[in-house]
């Protein structure tokens, strides 16, 4: 999609590349935060077995490349100037490589695979749960990213490698948008680096009590800085159309959505229905107690232009997934039908959808859970289970809202955003079953938006966070409703639950 500029007046642009799980896409935006052109490509999903989910390390480089050249070279004929970069993307997912030879060792492991489940179990066994809680703020679960290391290492497919290196999405594009093994910058930042497990909150630095714990040398992971920094510059033997433009800030997909939606204070809430639903409060400059269910994570590290803030979170592996689902099993011929056909119906008829393809994230933690649809009569049709799947994307969410509140965590009001935040149904369905207003983002692209902000910040293109939150807006907000059938729906979903 391209949206004309004048051509009389030259204009600044940020650049935002937002590597999903789904696909990477590029977005332009102009001095005011509006989105001016992008593009995007759809992502190979690989499921090797029951439980394993994999991408290809090369063709997520080569989206990346193919959207940035894209979208630059529109502007650049419009004879505009990017002025900086900003990179987003899917969190946990690890790539091991070699990284003076380029050479990779195995397909990336994406954060929904399990198959690390078993090191997890094993590790919480020998009582090492506490210590990894309190270091990282994270569970033992292979939802992370140091397992898949271990994995790797454990099956000897770094041997024989120069220069043995991990590293999450955001490590493995900036490296290959500075050169690659032509003095590619190898570095990360805490937005990512927490969700490894390897990462000390306290220190913002690789912990060596946690690479001791999953065999990973310091050498193997990039250096960590701040979220808003110069990381280094693209350069022309990658994307000739923007050589020399500086990768000024990084963050990871979900704190890239939170900062997106300006939640710069305290108490300020994002929930982004994606390919897996992920609910981010701002917990402020002090490291959060331990909320059950929970995890902690930063939220972004401003460096020179702010402090470090941390963040509480609730992760859903599948959301967006489950349509995606529907749709290749020729359910639906598009995402956009789910909507009307859930619609056309007044109810579920007692379907219940539990969209636990990989297993349950928060707050319930339980690797081993799988889907199901329960609840089936001969009165169950298509809408009745396109509705199931709807309110099951919102009693997903619910169950971390209940958790926060459990926590003693006020939500003042949820900021939407995300693909399936477009049906008006699921954020009624949400304000109604979290009690809480939801309001949706007017740009549900809050991902890239993030990205561009954190790096218009870092390299000055906006002078502060307030000058930043004056222009986020929403388009429309939803309160909460009598919630009593809601409330009896929520009770047979959890049913169900326990079930799967």
């Not at 380029?102 to 997890?120: E, L, N, P």
């Amino acid at each position: 999609m391209s949206i004309s500029l004048t051509s009389v007046t030259r204009v600044e642009l940020i650049l935002a590349l937002d590597a999903g799980t789904s696909g990477v896409r590029a977005v332009a935006f102009d001095p005011q935060l509006r989105v001016v052109d992008e593009a995007y490509r759809e992502l190979t999903q690989y499921f090797p077995s029951p439980g394993e989910v994999e991408h290809d390390p090369v063709e997520i480089a080569d989206l990346a490349i193919a959207t940035l050249h894209e979208v630059a070279s529109r502007q650049h004929g419009a004879h505009h100037h990017v002025a900086a970069l900003g990179l987003a993307n899917q969190r946990e997912t690890t790539v091991g490589f070699d990284r003076e030879r380029g050479d990779i060792f195995h397909r990336a492991i994406v954060w929904q695979d399990r198959r690390t489940a078993d090191i997890c179990h094993e590790l919480s066994s020998q009582g090492h749960g506490p210590r990894v809680r309190e270091t990282t703020g994270l569970v033992l679960d292979s939802y992370f990213s140091a397992t898949k290391m271990r994995w790797m290492l454990e099956r000897g497919l770094a041997d024989g490698a120069r220069s043995p290196s991990f590293a999450t999405i955001d490590s493995w594009l900036l490296w290959i948008l500075t050169g690659g093994v032509n003095g590619g910058v190898f570095l990360t930042e805490p937005s990512n680096a927490s969700r490894t497990m390897v990462m000390d909150l306290a220190t913002l630095d690789w912990s060596p009590a946690m690479m001791d714990l999953f065999g990973v040398a310091p050498e193997m992971l990039g250096a960590i800085q701040p979220s808003a920094s110069t990381f280094g510059y693209v350069s022309a033997d990658v994307v000739p159309e923007l050589a020399g433009v500086a990768i000024t800030g990084i963050l990871g997909d979900q704190q890239s959505a939170l900062f997106g939606q300006a939640c710069f204070e305290p108490g300020l809430v994002k929930s982004t229905y994606g390919t897996g639903a992920f609910l981010l409060a701002n917990a402020g400059e002090s490291i959060p107690r331990v909320v059950d269910g929970l995890l902690t994570t930063v939220a972004w590290d401003l460096g020179a232009r702010g402090p470090t803030t941390y963040a509480l979170e609730g992760s859903a592996f599948v959301a967006g997934a489950a349509v995606q689902w529907l749709r290749e099993l020729g359910f639906i011929d598009t995402s956009r039908e789910l909507e009307a056909l859930a619609l056309s119906v007044s109810d579920s008829a007692g379907a219940q959808f539990v969209p636990a393809f990989t297993g349950l994230g928060s707050p319930f933690w339980h690797p081993d859970a799988r889907g199901a649809i329960t609840g089936l009569s001969r009165g169950v049709g298509r809408g009745q289970i396109a509705r199931a799947l709807i309110e099951a994307l919102a009693y997903q969410v619910r169950a971390m809202t209940d958790a926060f509140t459990d926590g003693g965590v006020e939500l003042k009001e949820l900021r939407a955003d995300g693909g399936a935040a477009a049906m008006d149904t699921l954020l009624q369905l949400q304000a109604t079953n979290s009690r809480v207003d939801v309001l949706r983002s007017a740009t549900l692209e809050a991902t890239a938006r993030g990205a561009a902000s954190i790096a218009g910040l870092a390299s000055g293109h906006w002078a502060s966070l307030d000058d930043l939150a004056e222009r986020w807006e929403f388009d429309r907000r939803f309160r909460p409703e009598d919630p009593t059938l809601i409330d009896v729906g929520y009770r047979a979903w959890r049913g169900a639950l326990e079930r799967a």
